[in-house]
């Protein structure tokens, strides 16, 4: 019996109708767009804008998309892991509401929160679940609406996060196809840089917390850019010693939407062109769990059966890594 090997054997993605422009923001806080564009590589990024829904709509959304791609019945998904920040209530696990919805009646579910590296870090879940051998379909979403928890008059933060949601269907493979190998990492000194600071435990909310404005994202920019460029070059370069890959042999880098800056940085560690660097954070800004498999969906029909991708992504906590995978699978176009 060969080894059994994680591959991705579909993609969908989803993004809402609403624009948010530079020169929108231009008009809400102390900006413009030749600074955003120069220090972020940001133009634009999409907002759900009607209060009355929630991640679990941009989750269902993605997930419908693949599903209908890929022709599957979600009856046969064997687990939905939904990669989030921002799920849609404390305690009821999102995941659960987007599988009932979706139709994944016999699967189980759970959220995982990792903040930016949520989603990587959900490959390597998803896939130890497949190669294992228990299970055949894993569903793995990144979806976050990070307009609920931005202060839109700090110009901080509000330039910076979009919202989106991209999945991707995990299946066993038989051809050496699909994650080949990951370096994950994670410390605690970075708590206090990236976080929101109330309506945890530690500071359950309170009518003080709110007046504070503490429930919105709060970020120490400098700190967070100088342990991202050197965070997702390292490992980067670390993966490709790992598995005695050269520059030439990597056909797609694709890193977390943070930052053109950090992306950037991260493509010249390890000596790759342009054009091999998968970029959409000029249209969406930074979704959070939801970048990584947005650049899947936006650039699916350029990857070619036997790719060698790099996954790299680095987030609050802090958390970052990447990961090795190889495409399985031709897009029909």
């Known amino acids: 019996m060969s080894t059994i090997t994680a591959a991705i054997t579909a993609v969908g993605g989803y993004v809402p109708d609403f624009v948010l422009t530079n020169k929108v923001l231009e008009t809400m806080v102390e900006t ?24 679990s709509f941009l989750a269902i959304k993605a997930a419908e998309d693949l599903i209908a791609k890929k022709n ?12 989030t920040t921002t799920p849609d209530m404390p305690v009821a696990s999102t995941a659960v509401f987007v599988a009932t919805n979706i139709g994944a009646v016999n699967a189980f579910a759970y959220d995982l929160q990792a903040a930016c590296s949520g989603f990587l870090f959900g490959m390597s879940t998803a896939a130890a679940y497949i190669q294992s051998g228990k299970y055949k379909k894993v569903l793995l979403i ?37 994650l080949q190998d990951e370096y994950l990492r994670s410390d605690g000194v970075g708590r206090d840089f990236l976080k929101i600071e109330a309506g945890g435990s530690l500071l359950p909310p309170s009518k003080e917390t709110v007046e504070n404005k503490q429930h919105f994202v709060f970020q120490d920019g400098k700190t967070v850019y100088k342990y991202a ?15 005695n890959l050269a520059k030439n042999d990597v056909d797609w880098l694709v890193a977390h939407q943070a930052n053109k800056r950090i992306i950037d940085a991260t493509a010249s560690r390890i000596g790759l062109e342009d054009d091999k660097v998968l970029v959409n954070i000029q249209k969406y800004g930074n979704t959070t769990s939801g970048t990584l498999p947005l650049l899947l969906f936006d650039f699916e029909k350029q990857l070619k059966k036997g790719d060698n991708l790099i996954f790299a992504a680095f987030g609050g906590g802090f958390t ?9 699978y031709n897009s029909a176009n």
């Open 72 to 83: 599957i019945d979600p009856a046969t998904i064997d687990l939905v892991i939904l990669a």
């Open 320 to 328: 970052w890594g990447a990961i090795y995978l190889k495409w399985a």
């Open 32 to 55: 413009n767009d030749e600074w955003i564009t120069s220090r972020t590589g940001i133009k634009e990024r999409r907002l759900l804008k009607d209060a009355t829904k929630g991640t």
């Open 229 to 243: 460029v050197s965070g997702m070059a390292d490992v980067s370069e670390k993966i490709l010693e790992r598995n």
């Open 142 to 178: 990144g979806a976050d609406k990070m307009s609920s928890i931005i202060d839109y008059t700090d110009r901080a933060t509000c330039i910076i996060f979009g919202d989106g949601a991209g999945a991707v269907l995990f299946e066993p493979n038989h051809e050496g196809l699909g």
